[in-house]
């Protein structure tokens, strides 16, 4: 008789999970089985294991998968309030890639030497951000970059590649990346591409322009030579809903022309940015002294409220009731309101000029994120249903109770499995899995993660799909998942019975550039 897995096993092992239905990230249907873990590493996964463990858990009856790894989020510097990041933990979430839309730390190296101190609960991947890259640069000035300019920039992306980031991202609503035309992200775009990473792209635009912004970041794929990972992929503003359809196929048709494009999305219908982007960008150039200058100007607030009604009338609204601020630090008890509640608490007239007025009032005390409520439920359908959309939350992680922010922070990939997967049927468990596990993994390059195979880093969760639900809304976001009955990091159980308790055993992940050192 062949004895399963003890060879080489005197002593026991860290881990054993047993009678579980092993879903391994593969997209492949589930099947009973066990999975054995000792030092970080799954060693060895089928039936009937005999091992001796430290710790054995029986699953029988729950989903046993890769930990989730989300593409698509914002942790810099909430990682020191709160670095159990309970937030993702809860929603199953064991890797995250952070630095996305153009925002990250330049110096990536210093970064993942304190996060390895830090020690997060979560595992850790950055981007190299080309905001953050042109500021320390050209600050905010609203120009193209000089020849010396650029290769100053070549060689921030290049240093952040050998440092370990997984491509460079880019942010084209926001200040300065919105400056930017297209040849300097195409030139960056090349630096990464030579340490073989990708480009992550919250585009220009999400409305009525999406098309011209999608096929600049195709375009961006074809010359750099990269892959492209169109970020919170959406149709924003009611006069486009629908057109998924047409975005779609412009993602497909780039796939079929070779050029390695994939998405991601978060399962809700209001986005979450902020407040500054109601605003024209041209208001928006240099510190904050010149954009508060600039905003008492008369002339220059009568041509912002002009631009801001127009783009509400082509929204087909009378209100900024669909902009809901999330976070005014210089009076919270503008949290959780609309503009147009704002606008009516300050006593002000009922209208959409005294409106835009009241944005710029916000701006002029120092701003505020908000929620905007702008997309159709059919559109996130068709983009779920596209194989090569991921989950992704655009979240950092939640300090609780801080402000009202958006529910996908908290949320988002129990919303899948619950809503999309189980209630709605709008895609399978093994789907929504795959793309969640190692559909990330495969095209963020994070070789040893998302799949449950021998030899992989124990990422591990163990959850039963009808039990898993999202809490958080947008009236009481400070809400964990729940569902997720344990969730293991790096061999190491850190959610133990619905019950995160304390461990960090998060690390860095480094990009592929850091080891290979750059194509010829
Ligand atoms: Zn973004």
Not at 162 to 179: D, K, M, N, Q
Not at 224 to 230: G, L, R
Not at 479 to 497: E, L
Request: hydrophobic residues 35%; contains cysteine; aromatic residues 6%.
């Amino acid at each position: 008789m062949m004895m399963s897995g003890s060879a080489g096993h005197d002593s026991p092992i860290d881990l054993l999970i047993t009678n579980g239905r092993i879903l391994d990230g593969t997209g492949n249907s589930w099947f009973h089985g066990d999975v054995a873990i000792d030092k970080g590493i799954i060693i060895e996964l089928g039936p009937g294991l005999k091992y001796q463990a430290k710790r054995t858990i029986d699953a029988k009856g729950s989903i046993v998968s890769p930990g989730f790894i989300d593409v698509h989020t914002h942790i810099e510097d909430d990682e020191r309030k709160l670095p159990t990041a309970d937030n993702f933990i809860y929603d199953g979430v064991t890797t995250v890639v952070t630095g996305n839309c153009g925002s990250s730390n330049t110096d990536i190296g210093a970064y993942f030497r304190w996060i390895d101190s830090a020690k997060l609960s979560i595992n850790v991947a950055s981007l190299i951000g080309h905001n953050d890259v042109r500021k320390a640069v050209l600050g905010r000035a609203n120009r193209e970059a000089t020849t010396a300019e650029l290769q100053r920039m070549q060689e921030l992306v290049e240093k952040a590649m050998r440092e370990g980031a997984v491509g460079l991202s880019t942010g084209l609503i926001y200040i300065p990346g919105t400056y930017t035309k297209t040849p300097e992200i195409i030139s960056l775009a090349k630096v990464a591409s030579r340490y073989h990473g990708v480009y992550a792209t919250h585009m220009r635009d999400e409305g009525d322009s999406v098309t011209y912004a999608i096929n600049e970041a195709i375009t961006i794929g074809r010359e750099a030579a990269i892959p492209v990972e169109i970020s919170h992929f959406k149709l924003s503003g009611q006069q486009n809903w629908g057109r998924s359809k047409e975005t779609i196929a412009m993602v497909e048709n780039a796939r079929k022309q070779g050029i390695d494009v994939t998405i991601d999305q978060y399962p809700y219908t209001a986005s979450s940015t902020s407040i500054s982007t109601l605003i024209p960008d041209e208001i928006l150039a240099d510190a904050q002294d010149s954009i508060k200058a600039r905003l008492q100007r008369p002339e220059i607030r009568k041509y912002v409220v002009n631009s801001m009604l127009k783009r509400l009338k082509k929204r087909k609204l009378k209100h900024f009731s669909y902009a809901v601020v999330a976070w005014h630090a210089a009076d919270t008890t503008y949290n959780g309101k609309s503009i147009e509640e704002i606008n009516r608490m300050k006593g002000r007239k009922h209208n959409a000029k005294a409106e835009a007025e009241t944005v710029m009032d916000i701006m002029i005390n120092g701003g505020a994120g908000a929620v905007f409520h702008g997309m159709g439920e059919e559109d996130i359908r068709r983009i779920m249903k596209y194989p090569y959309n991921m989950f992704a939350s655009d979240a950092s992680i939640r300090v609780p109770n801080a402000g009202r922010p958006h529910p996908r922070g908290y949320g988002t990939n129990a919303r899948v499995l619950a809503k999309y997967v189980r209630d709605e049927k709008v895609i399978s468990l093994e789907e929504a899995v795959r793309r969640m596990t190692s559909l990330p993994a495969q095209k963020f390059k994070l070789k040893d993660r998302g799949l449950l195979k021998p030899g992989m880093a124990a990422d591990i969760l163990i959850f039963n799909e009808n039990e898993v639900q999202d809490i958080s809304t947008y009236e009481n976001p400070h809400a964990y998942s729940k569902g997720f009955r344990f969730v293991i990091v790096n061999g190491i159980i850190t959610v133990d019975n619905e019950k995160h308790n304390g461990t960090r055993a998060g690390m860095v992940l480094h990009g592929p550039g850091r080891e290979a050192g750059g194509r010829p």
